[in-house]
């Protein structure tokens, strides 16, 4: 089931994403899926009336993981950590589908990262791996946007990745996927720069949801970003990055400078 957050007129509302691509059409559900599950609506709207947002905006946190694939690690110069490689993104640099993603101004060398997302549907702590899937109410797509010369400058990576607009998410959340194998690519300007596949992952996802909420507790619309694979390059104003994944849809944001 693909569950989108879009607007027609002014208020954010839910939906269930069918149909085949190009003639989909999206039913309103009630409420909040997160918290009154997917009670559907007599209204609908094809998909090209409506503006996708976000699919969530973290009531608290976006978690990264750093690292998580061994050709990317090597291409940046660096090692494969011996623990999972954690940071914080705040809420504020979410944004969606076709938003732009705005340059910093104290950076000059800002780089893409296509990642396979992880949407938590209940609040837990100490999950145990086998336990993981009850907790998961979907994947999405994302771009850890990250500031590589203030990466390595700053002592530790919060300006670097969490600048505003430096997580895009979308276009929905998928949630029948299993995450094992999945293809994940990035185009810019519509050349392919990344491919790879969760397959590849050092650490894979139920691991990952396990390690991550021993450190914290996870709340109901909680994002873990879960690692790119190589081919991460820069990008300018002008552009275009497209994130496709496998199983769920592509998320496509263009790049400005103000």
């Excluded at 660096?78 to 969606?96: M, R, S």
């Excluded at 950076?107 to 993981?132: H, M, Q, T, Y």
């Amino acid at each position: 089931m693909r569950i989108a957050r879009f607007v027609v007129d002014s208020d954010p509302l839910y939906g269930v994403v069918e149909g085949d691509p190009g003639s989909e059409v999206i039913t309103v559900i009630h409420g909040d899926p997160f918290f009154n599950g997917v009670e559907r609506t007599s209204v609908r709207h094809k998909l090209d009336d409506v503006r996708l947002l976000a699919p969530i905006i973290p009531r608290s946190k976006v978690v990264g993981v750093g690292r998580n694939f061994v050709e990317h690690a090597h291409e940046l110069g660096n090692e494969v950590p011996a623990q999972p490689l954690l940071f914080l993104k705040p809420n504020t640099a979410v944004v969606g589908p076709n938003d732009p993603v705005v340059l910093p101004e104290f950076s000059e060398e800002v780089s893409f990262e296509a990642e396979l997302c992880v949407v938590i549907g209940r609040i837990c702590k100490d999950v145990p791996e086998e336990r993981v899937d009850d907790v998961i109410f979907g994947y999405t797509c994302g771009n850890d946007l990250t500031a590589r010369d203030v990466q390595k400058s700053d002592l530790q990576w919060t300006r670097a990745k969490g600048f505003d607009t430096s997580a895009p998410l979308g276009p929905w959340i998928e949630t029948e996927l299993d995450p094992e194998d999945v293809q994940i690519q990035a185009r810019l300007n519509g050349e392919l720069r990344q491919d790879g596949s969760t397959s590849q992952m050092i650490r894979g996802v139920r691991e990952l949801v396990s390690v991550v909420s021993q450190a914290f507790t996870l709340l109901p619309g909680d994002v873990i970003m879960t690692g790119t694979p190589a081919g991460v390059g820069l990008v300018s104003a002008g552009d275009r990055i497209e994130v496709e994944i496998e199983g769920i849809g592509r998320l496509s944001n263009p790049i400005v400078r103000r």
